[in-house]
């Protein structure tokens, strides 16, 4: 290994189970990766505010259990009155970490609901909580689908950093030197902000490549070809996951990446079997 894995973050994200039966095994997987000593969890935050409940109970129950545990957060239908009761509420649980979003129109609202750019939120929170918190930004290698260019999209992630942001984590990729590239330009435009790979594993090839189409990241040709004949096979697809982006988190780290943020989708494996694979242990 060329890197020191101490020196690098680690970080988890769950969405909000909908059911008892997922919340109890959330609990489960929340335990299992906490051996792994991540810097902290996040949870997720539904379209237009769409978990507002459910996202807060979770947090609340595992910021007890002591971990660093980070809110997503936008202002879906909040006004700003109802947005600094909501981060007061989260202040006082001692949250110290948010993910700071625009989010998107909950499906079956059209575009009739106005949008807050994550840069509002950003210097909402600095300006009514100074530096309580540590915030997180989305940032997006292959370019955010709306954006009208590369450019725009690097100057707008400026953007959110200038209001406050203290760091970024991607929308998923498989294609490293995007990756890269990005951060290469967003230095060249002066942040210096640490930008953190947001890595899925694989386990559901058909969803990757859908998810791939709708938002605007890229599937290398060679795992289309790999992964398509076996994707009807669970098991093999996460075998040949867990191989490819194992790979392609050590490039990530040994290039500079300053940690890795997991989309774990609630489960522990594969996610536990590619941070061992890349020297992150449960003791
Ligand atoms: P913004 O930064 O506001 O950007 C959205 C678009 O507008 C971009 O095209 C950008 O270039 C442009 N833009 C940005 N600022 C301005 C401005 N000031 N003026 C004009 N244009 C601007 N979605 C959820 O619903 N819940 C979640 O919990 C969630 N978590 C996520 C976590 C991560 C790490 C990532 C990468 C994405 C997450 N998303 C989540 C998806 C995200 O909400 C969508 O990608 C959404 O479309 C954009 O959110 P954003 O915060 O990047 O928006």
New binding site residues.
Partial sequence: MAYTITDKRLSFEFFPAKTEQGLTKLKGVWAELSALKPEFFSI????GGSTRETTFGIVSEFVRGAADVAP?L?FGGDNEEAMLAFLQQYADLGVRRI?A????TPSGLGTSSQLV???KLVSFIRRHFGNQFEIE???YPEV?P??KSYH??VH?LK??IDAGANAA???LFYNPDAYFYYVEECQRQGMNAPIYP?IMPITNFKNISRFAAKSGFDVPRWMHQRFEPIQDDTEATTRLGIETVSRLCEQLLQGGAPGIHFYTMNNSEPTTEICRNLGWTTH
């Avoid at 997720?44 to 379209?47: D, L, R, V």
């Avoid at 979003?101 to 998107?104: A, N, T």
């Fill in positions: 997720t935050y539904g379209a997503h936008s993910v979003l625009r989010g998107d750019h994550a840069d930004v989305a940032a955010h709306e954006s725009d999209d707008y953007g959110k984590i991607t929308q947001g």
